[in-house]
Nanobody
Framework: QVQLVESGGGLVQPGGFLRLSCAASGSIFGIYVMGWYRQAPGKQRELVAAISSGGGTNYGDSVKGRFTISRGNAQETINLQMNNLKPEDTATYYC?????????WGQGTQVTVSS
């Protein structure tokens, strides 16, 4: 049974920072991309950042220069460092794993940016 366990969401003031983590448990064959998506109320889910098995990264335009995705020390773990957070970053953030012939989603963690 594969599970993606997310942590690190919360409430932060504008200009602040948060760090999200996602750890995949269970056996996943052939992972080629791990990443984060987000969905705000009334909006479509969008890519935040992704990292490939080869280390290549991809970011959504609205977070470039502020967010950094990286691999954790443990296998199949990724982190998302979010700096200079803005109110428009408020959303539920979902971890995503793309593997051979399948993909997985986490349950989501809430990030709220408000003064």
């Amino acid at each position: 049974q594969v599970q993606l366990v997310e942590s690190g969401g919360g409430l932060v003031q504008p200009g602040g920072f948060l760090r999200l983590s996602c750890a995949a448990s269970g056996s996943i064959f052939g992972i080629y991309v791990m990443g984060w998506y987000r969905q705000a109320p009334g909006k479509q889910r969008e890519l935040v950042a992704a990292i490939s098995s080869g280390g290549g990264t991809n970011y959504g335009d609205s977070v470039k220069g502020r967010f950094t995705i990286s691999r954790g020390n443990a296998q199949e773990t990724i982190n998302l460092q979010m700096n200079n957070l803005k109110p428009e970053d408020t959303a539920t953030y979902y971890c995503n794993v793309q593997a051979v012939a399948t993909h997985y989603w986490g349950q989501g963690t809430q990030v709220t940016v408000s003064s």
